[in-house]
T-cell receptor, first 117, second 114 residues
Framework: GAVVSQHPSRVICKSGTSVKIECRSLDFQATTMFWYRQFPKQSLMLMATSNEGSKATYEQGVEKDKFLINHASLTLSTLTVTSAHPEDSSFYIC?????????????FGSGTRLTVV | AQSVTQLDSQVPVFEEAPVELRCNYSSSVSVYLFWYVQYPNQGLQLLLKYLSGSTLVKGINGFEAEFNKSQTSFHLRKPSVHISDTAEYFCAVSENTNAGKSTFGDGTTLTVKP
């Protein structure tokens, strides 16, 4: 089955530094990946759509200069949280789908717990 | 725009009892519906999905859901739960004209007690 790997699973960083999170599709190619953010005890909020070879599409209210997305290959998308602050602490999850039929349920990564101190 | 409402934030139930987790949605177009399970500090795992056809959908771990278009509902059910079913469950909707962008409900915490 489709497997999405996310790394790291946990990261602690100092305020003001940048953190990169990787999302890899291990056994399929994904032209589109999605990045979500989840606050404690809350639902997932879509942050952006990552498109291979082109710019990401950000949801309203998400700062594109703060959350940099790079989808340089068909199996890898990265999310970089720049100049992180404590309020950026959250659970970040990516998802991807094999094939062209994007609506057939997405496979989610295991998530990255970011803590900014 | 689409939205999802999970009617119960927490559902406690005893082991081997049946359970229903309720989900209602709203959308101006046809939708695809999903249920996901999330264990602590993990990503989401797809339980089942409704795309078209039969309104009764069977998924993994003995779960099933029924799509009711007139009531705009997609309730999740299991006839007999186990302790291991304790987790967070999310209902999600995706409009077929906007592939891949899912809107999630707020989640339901299912707690199975011995």
């Amino acid at each position: 089955g489709a497997v999405v790997s996310q790394h790291p699973s946990r990261v602690i960083c100092k305020s003001g530094t940048s953190v990169k999170i990787e999302c890899r599709s291990l056994d399929f190619q994904a032209t589109t990946m999605f990045w979500y953010r989840q606050f404690p005890k809350q639902s997932l909020m879509l942050m952006a759509t990552s498109n291979e070879g082109s710019k990401a599409t950000y949801e309203q209210g998400v700062e594109k200069d703060k959350f940099l997305i790079n989808h340089a290959s068909l199996t890898l998308s990265t999310l970089t949280v720049t100049s992180a602050h404590p309020e950026d602490s959250s659970f970040y999850i990516c998802s991807a789908s094999p094939g062209q039929s994007n609506n057939y349920g997405y496979t989610f990564g295991s998530g990255t717990r970011l803590t900014v101190v | 725009a689409q939205s999802v409402t999970q009617l119960d934030s927490q559902v406690p139930v005893f082991e081997e009892a049946p359970v229903e987790l309720r989900c209602n949605y709203s959308s101006s177009v046809s939708v695809y519906l999903f249920w996901y399970v999330q264990y602590p500090n993990q990503g989401l795992q797809l339980l089942l999905k409704y795309l078209s056809g039969s309104t009764l959908v069977k998924g993994i771990n003995g779960f099933e859901a029924e799509f009711n278009k007139s009531q705009t509902s997609f309730h999740l059910r299991k006839p007999s739960v186990h302790i291991s079913d304790t987790a967070e469950y999310f209902c999600a909707v995706s409009e077929n004209t906007n592939a891949g962008k899912s809107t999630f409900g707020d989640g339901t915490t299912l707690t199975v007690k011995p």
